[in-house]
């Protein structure tokens, strides 16, 4: 069975290792970071099939990435997901159309104990309202799997 990897520890990693990067490896309390770490992670009310959100706001003309890793365990043979979307969309019914949603690449075949990367590209319109867009990407294959994505667009553009 294929599963999402997501990664949001990293925001709390990178605020221990900037602040490790202001003391000397033998001042840095390396438990105390990872015990920030994980305690960072338990706290969020996500589950493995998202919401996954884009990293940065993007500005209506410009596009968005969510970048996502998929591994199989090491049961049964090789896996082919098929990815398609459709659609964003604003809790007050704004939308970003499925064509400007590109997953590249759009199939992958997973192999048992390995990992395949996916990215979820979108094209703000320029004429994309403030707001916070959400959506579902479903891969098609021997288990079918739906996970949401969000992206958050700014008046900027």
């Known amino acids: 069975m294929p599963y999402f990897e ?7 990693a990178d605020t221990a290792l900037s602040t490790a990067s202001r003391k000397t490896p033998e001042d840095f309390d390396f438990a105390t970071a ?10 969020r009310k996500q589950g493995d ?12 003309g410009h596009q968005g990435v ?15 997901l098929s990815f398609s979307s459709d659609g964003l969309r604003t809790q007050s019914g704004r939308e ?17 104990d390995a990992r395949q ?11 994309a309202k403030p707001g916070i867009y959400l959506g579902n990407v479903v891969g098609d294959g021997p ?3 739906k996970f949401a994505v969000e992206f958050e667009v700014n008046s900027i553009a």
């Not at 969510?66 to 082919?80: D, H, R, W």
């Not at 970003?96 to 048992?112: D, F, G, M, T």
């Not at 990367?117 to 004429?127: F, K, T």
């Open 143 to 145: 288990e079918p799997m």
């Open 6 to 12: 997501r990664k949001p520890w990293q925001d709390a």
């Open 66 to 80: 969510i970048v996502l890793s998929i591994a199989a365990n090491g049961a049964g043979g090789p896996m082919t």
């Open 117 to 127: 990367v996916v990215e979820v590209r979108v094209d703000i319109p320029d004429q």
């Open 34 to 43: 990872a015990r920030s770490v994980l305690s960072n992670e338990a706290s």
């Open 96 to 112: 970003i159309l499925s064509r400007n949603i590109k997953i590249i690449p759009n199939q992958v075949i997973v192999e048992p």
């Open 49 to 60: 099939r998202g919401p996954f959100r884009c990293r940065t706001v993007v500005s209506p």
